[in-house]
Each structure stands twice: as C-alpha cells, then as structure tokens.
C-alpha cells in the first residue's frame, strides 16, 4: 500500500543487547496529515529485518545497510 505524499529521508536507530545500527530510511510526509512523517509497511518490515539480522549477529549484511556499533562490556 502506498501512502500518497511527499518522500523524505529519515535517520533510524536499530538497538538490541548487542548491537546499535543508524540507518537513513524513506519516510512519507502524507498528503491527508503533513504534521509527522510516517513509514510505509515496507520500510517497517525492513527495519524488523535488522533489527533480527542484528540478533543473529549477521554484521556483514548489517554495515551494508547502516552503521554498526558494537556494545562494549564496561
């Protein structure tokens, strides 16, 4: 489903125990409400993805995508 309205790039943080990855994702500003920029299903899948790939610990296809930082025990 496509939301009609303008496409905008957003910075998206992914976090799990292990790992934060920053990614840029395409937003749309809705014609209907151009108050919030909001994500399509497909973005929001994508983001899932990471954020499971990121628990698999699957850091190569990780820093394809985004930036990746790794949790340090302090």
């Given at each position: 489903m496509?939301?009609?309205g303008k496409k905008v790039r957003r910075r998206r943080i992914v976090r799990t125990?292990?790992?934060v990855v920053i990614l840029?994702?395409?937003a749309i500003i809705?014609?209907?409400?151009p108050s919030e920029a909001c994500?399509?299903?497909e973005t929001v899948k994508?983001?899932?993805e990471v954020e499971d790939r990121a628990k698999a610990d699957d850091v190569d296809w990780l820093k394809e995508r985004g930036q990746v930082y790794?949790?340090?025990n302090a």
């Amino acid at each position: 489903m496509k939301i009609p309205g303008k496409k905008v790039r957003r910075r998206r943080i992914v976090r799990t125990d292990k790992y934060v990855v920053i990614l840029e994702v395409d937003a749309i500003i809705p014609d209907f409400d151009p108050s919030e920029a909001c994500f399509e299903p497909e973005t929001v899948k994508f983001l899932k993805e990471v954020e499971d790939r990121a628990k698999a610990d699957d850091v190569d296809w990780l820093k394809e995508r985004g930036q990746v930082y790794q949790a340090l025990n302090a």
